[in-house]
Each structure stands twice: as C-alpha cells, then as structure tokens.
C-alpha cells in the first residue's frame, strides 16, 4: 500500500492530506482511507558520537518489537540535492518507515538529523509524532575520534572543525527546537551502557 497513491482512482500526490483521525483523503477523487499513523523514533547526534556502535546492539535488542534502520544506507547519489539541506533524502526515508508502520512495526531511524530537517517536510503527517534522541560527547574527544576514522571517510581538520561547531549548536538549543530533542553524552560510557539508555528511551516513548 503506497501511502501516496489513492487505492481508489490510482491519482498520486508528494503532498499528502492526513485528517486528524489518521484517514488520508485523496485530493483528486475525494476518496478517504485509514492508515496506521504510528510514532516515528530518532536517534541522532553528530557524527562520532557513538550512533553506529549502537545501532548494531539495538537490532538484536529491538528486534520483537520495532525495524531499526541507519539512514546512511540510503546516503546515494541521487539523494544528495545540490543546494545542502538533502531534502529528497529526508523525504525517502519519511517515506519508507510510514511504510514499514504499516506492517505494525514502528521504526527506530538512527542518523545525523534535527528536528528542523523533518517537521517541515510534507510526508511528517504520515506519522503521531516523532521523538528524537541525541547523543552527544565532550569536543576533544569527539575530534579525536573523527581523526581515528579511516582514510576513506575523509575526515580533515576542516571538516572536523565544522562537525564540532555543528555538535556546540545542538548541546546548546536542542532544548529549544520544536520539538525538543533529549540529550544523551556518550564521551565517558562504554558502549553497552549506551545500548541500555537508548533502549530505555525508545520504549518508554508513549506508544
């Protein structure tokens, strides 16, 4: 069931129309369907701060109950856009969990992302609400583990640079974005202490 399509006169739209009772109603033929409208989960942060070593252990923990998903598998070419906000790539995968949700399974999408990235964008109707966590981690420790990447991710000083200011803004607004985003700070905590915050966080999220 595509989300995009009327399952009446087959009309498609980028602009979906979501009624507050989660019932889409297409533009063209009026037509009205019900669709699991269920709650999107985030784990964010910079890059660094610990967000793929959790994916990894939050799969196996997860698994009975939710699909965890790492955005950087869609980081492709033809989702790049030119201008620097990479709205076609927020755009799909917004598109591919409200697909998965309706199979019943809510997703946990770990990825670099801020809530200005997503709300705004037409397919957020799609779902309750979504949550999001940020993991975050003291500055030098943070560079010292970018410098550690290898080669191929190409993470130069001024590159580093721009991910440490980047990493300043959300500790200090994150409290202040719409919605919020709940930090955690990974610089210290061995990696399945991570795991376990995380998971409590994703399933104390209200259903």
């Not at 409208?37 to 959790?54: F, Y």
């Not at 770990?110 to 979504?130: A, D, H, M, S, W």
């Not at 974005?177 to 966080?201: G, K, Q, S």
């Amino acid at each position: 069931m595509n989300l995009l399509v009327c399952e009446r006169c087959g009309e498609r739209t980028d602009h979906p129309r979501v009624e507050a009772d989660a019932v889409i109603r297409c533009d063209h033929c009026g037509h009205r369907w019900p669709f699991r409208r269920l709650a999107l989960r985030c784990v964010t942060g910079p890059s660094g701060t610990g967000k793929s070593a959790v994916t990894r252990h939050l799969v196996d923990s997860l698994a009975d109950r939710f699909v965890v998903l790492e955005q950087d598998v869609l980081w492709q070419a033809g989702l790049r856009d030119d201008d620097g906000d990479h709205r076609a790539f927020r755009s799909a995968w917004l598109r591919m969990a409200a697909m998965i949700h309706q199979n019943g399974r809510p997703v946990v999408l770990v990825g670099t992302v801020v809530p200005q990235e997503f709300e705004p964008l037409p397919e957020r109707p799609l779902f309750e609400r979504i949550d999001y966590l940020c993991l975050t981690c003291d500055p030098a420790v943070l560079a010292e583990r970018l410098r550690a990447r290898p080669a191929w991710r190409q993470w130069d000083e001024p590159r580093i640079a721009e991910m440490l200011e980047y990493a300043e803004w959300i500790r200090d607004d994150a409290a202040l974005f719409e919605p919020p985003m709940t930090l955690l700070d990974t610089t210290r905590a061995p990696v399945d202490e991570t795991v376990r915050a995380v998971r409590e966080w994703v399933l104390n999220r209200r259903p």
